[in-house]
């Protein structure tokens, strides 16, 4: 005798709060997981750089180092070094264990809105106001980088790394794409200033949100418009958005107190979370589980599918 075989699950979506984390430090600037995505770093406007344990929501240690507010970070893939930036110019290398600044690099002509590490953390790659991209060499001793790409026209808001390409968003309403080890570049015009790009998780497409309160997704080799998705609204901040750990889902913080999450392919709204009743300034979403982090003024929330332990349902 046949048994009918199980309907496929619709992919779960993290709309439960688990935490809420109060970080006391000024407004929340930009939240991100670890690589593993046990750890959260939150970027505070108070100057400081703390990491903290997702499950438990507890404080790990505190960074303070940079002379202004800090406005985003990564970590290495070991976990043992943190990278951040500043509206101060500088980039900051940190010993995770210690908290003691390992190397401050000086360079850009203005605030640096992104920053990230390399797969091997052998470089950190900033973008800044100046309209450039520096690359720093980690293990030398030399202040100054080791390559500056200067495309953009106006600021990098944001970039992404994957392997041996580089993706950044400008003001100037253009995605560029870096081939590393082609010494390719890559150009796609949107008519909009970008606030945040990111690679999908299988790297066959980019995803990019802009001011007209759009985002939209493109193929990665053609430039084909594979997606747009509206609702939200982002008028008049630098917002982030990101692809859900199984490439299912389009998310994106919005200045209505919600983040949007739209089904991937057929581009129709699955769940508007109410975040609170301010602007959603940062988003991550975990690297393999169904969880979100978003950052509302000087608060972190943790989001899940599952209710969490002892909870009633309303």
Not at 50 to 76: F, I, P, Q
Not at 95 to 112: C, E, F, I, P, S
Not at 216 to 228: I, P
Request: charged share 25%.
């Amino acid at each position: 005798m046949a048994f009918p075989l199980p309907r496929p699950q619709a992919p779960q979506l993290p709309q439960h709060l688990l935490r809420t984390i109060d970080c006391r430090q000024g407004a929340v600037r930009a939240v991100r997981f670890n690589t593993d995505g046990n750890y959260l770093l939150s970027c505070g406007s108070d100057k400081t750089l703390k990491l903290w344990s997702v499950s438990r929501g507890t404080l790990l240690k505190t960074y303070s180092g940079h002379g202004y507010e800090v406005l985003d970070a990564d970590s290495s893939y070991d976990n043992s070094q943190i990278c951040s930036c500043s509206s101060d110019k500088t980039v900051i290398l940190w010993d995770v264990a210690t908290g003691q600044v390992t190397r401050k690099l000086r360079g850009h002509a203005g605030k640096v809105n992104c920053v990230q590490f390399n797969e091997e953390a052998t470089v950190i790659l900033s973008g800044s106001i100046d309209g450039t991209v520096r690359c720093w060499d980690t293990r030398s001793k030399r202040y100054e980088p080791i390559q500056v790409l200067d495309e953009a026209r106006d600021s990098v808001s944001s970039l992404k790394v994957a392997q041996h390409e580089l993706l950044t968003g400008s003001v100037d309403g253009r995605v560029r794409r870096y081939d590393l080890r082609m010494g390719q570049l890559h150009v796609d015009f949107i008519s909009s200033p970008i606030t945040c790009v990111c690679f999908s998780q299988d790297g066959q497409c980019t995803l990019s949100s802009s001011l007209d309160s759009t985002v939209r997704l493109l193929d990665k080799s053609t430039g084909e418009m594979l997606g747009e998705y509206t609702g939200h609204k982002m008028k008049g901040y630098k917002l982030d958005c990101c692809l859900s750990s199984k490439d299912t889902h389009v998310l994106s913080c919005s200045e209505d107190g919600h983040v949007y999450c739209w089904d991937l392919v057929e581009g129709s709204l699955s769940l508007k979370l109410p975040v609170g009743k301010a602007v959603v300034q940062s988003l991550s979403f975990h690297p393999t589980e169904t969880c979100l982090l978003t950052a509302m003024e000087g608060r972190v929330q943790v989001w899940g599918a599952d209710f969490p332990e002892g909870a009633t349902k309303k």
